[in-house]
């Protein structure tokens, strides 16, 4: 077996050959690999090689692939029934988890993907505020519901328009480039009493990671409060990631709902969106506000999902974070050093290096990098064995799995690198 031929394969009865755009490599123009098996930092592809992982499954796996504990309470959820479609233990301990560890979430619902969270949170704001329209950045990506696909990040943005989705939909959307307070400020301006929320991701990480300037989530915290408007993280990324309480702990700033994802699910399908008790009762069967899911609250996710936290409680973040900051300094400089302009932005355990030579605080400035000298370098890294995302536009992850020699790894790749 070998990637070629079941990409062949995969691309007689997939669009691209894929389950998910961005897979098929297209903008590093080359193939995917086709994965086996993956443990701790290292995935395995069909033909045997191993790389260094940097991007663990778009981010569950904070702890690396196949933790034990993890492991042996999937298995022994496993063995007490894969799925009930009936309220179980796991659901209730991991929501108390959640609210114990990310106390503005007095109240929350448990859904199969981050893509159900924020549609759901969306919603539900519509219904609570009784208005249509929200406030999305450029570049931040929610999720493949219609409403946020308007200047969508990631793979989305490449797709030019929004083909499939109605204009009366896309009209409720109005954008603001990220970190821009005085963009939001005018749609609120003028049409303040119709804006039922502001969705933002607190810390970007679909463009590219781009951190929130100073006084940007405060801004928004504020003109929601001001007007009424519901203020929604989307912390699928940066939940339990940019510290254990997530973006809102890290930058002090209690939004009203939140939706997080991956990393609570341990590897398996999860999402969740919750906060403020007075908002989260107006979904049925309290409230009018209709959402539901066969798999919702599934025991294997959730029994996965609370092994992952407790054992993430053990975990040190503070010295992961500082040897990711130390090995992107170390990439930045052996790149610059080839003559390659890097900017560099890392919060916690994930981080970008953008071929730039100018700072990326949102995503004009991201669209503005050097995605073919990304492409070169992405080829000859995997080339190594450093398993990178296939694109510029996406940030990378460090583990809890990862090892010092990891990182010297990485380090002695980049230093072959050829542009
Ligand atoms: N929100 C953010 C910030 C994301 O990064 C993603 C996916 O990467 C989603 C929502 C959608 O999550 P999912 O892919 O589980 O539907």
């Not at 999305?136 to 493949?144: E, S, T």
């Not at 607190?202 to 001001?226: H, I, S, Y």
């Not at 010295?319 to 130390?326: D, G």
Request: aromatic residues 10%.
């Amino acid at each position: 077996m070998d990637s070629k031929s079941l990409y062949a394969r995969a691309l007689a009865l997939m669009p691209g050959g894929v389950n998910s755009p961005l897979r098929a490599c297209k903008y590093v123009n080359a193939e995917p690999v086709f994965i086996e098996n993956a443990k701790g930092a290292y995935l395995w592809d069909v033909e045997g090689r191993k790389y260094i992982d940097y991007v663990f499954s778009w981010g569950p796996l904070l702890l690396g692939h196949q933790d034990p504990a993890v492991n042996a309470a999937a298995h022994e959820a496993v063995d007490h029934g894969s799925s009930y479609g009936a309220p179980c233990l796991g659901e209730v301990l991991l929501a108390e988890e959640i609210s114990r560890i990310i106390p503005s979430m007095e109240m929350m619902r448990m859904v199969s993907s981050g893509t159900e969270a924020t549609m759901s949170a969306l919603r539900l704001a519509r219904g609570y505020t009784g208005r249509n329209k929200f406030v999305k950045f450029i570049g931040n990506y929610h999720g493949h519901a219609d409403a946020f696909l308007a200047a969508a990040g990631s793979a989305a943005g490449t797709v030019p328009g929004t083909p499939g989705v109605p204009e009366e939909v896309i009209s409720h959307t109005l954008l603001a480039q990220y970190n821009d307070l005085d963009a939001v400020r005018k749609h609120f301006e003028t049409s303040g009493d119709e804006i039922a929320c502001v969705i933002v991701e607190p810390c970007a990480g679909n463009m590219g990671l781009v951190l929130p300037k100073e006084g940007f989530l405060q801004g928004l915290r504020d003109l929601c409060t001001q007007y009424g408007a519901v203020l929604i993280f989307d912390e699928v990324i940066t939940g339990f990631r940019l510290a254990p309480g997530g973006a809102q702990e890290r930058y002090g700033i209690t939004p009203d709902l939140t939706t997080l994802g991956k990393i609570i699910g341990g590897g398996f399908p999860v999402g969740c969106y919750g906060g403020k008790r007075e908002i989260m009762e107006h979904m049925a069967p309290v409230g009018g506000v209709f959402q539901a899911g066969t798999l919702s609250g599934n025991p294997v996710a959730m029994a996965a999902g609370l092994a992952t936290l407790k054992r993430l409680q053990e975990c040190d973040y503070p010295a992961l974070e500082a040897k990711t900051k130390a090995l992107t300094d170390e990439l930045a400089a052996i790149l610059r050093a080839k003559g390659k302009p890097v900017y560099v932005a890392q919060a916690g355990s994930a981080f970008t290096l953008y071929f730039s030579d100018a700072p990326v605080t949102n995503m004009a400035e991201s669209g503005r990098c050097d995605q073919t000298t990304f492409g070169i370098y992405w080829k000859q890294m995997m080339a190594q064995g450093i398993y990178l995302a296939p694109a510029g536009f996406e940030c990378a992850f460090t583990s809890f799995a990862h090892s010092d020699e990891d990182f010297e790894k990485t380090l002695a790749a980049a230093r072959a690198v050829e542009f």
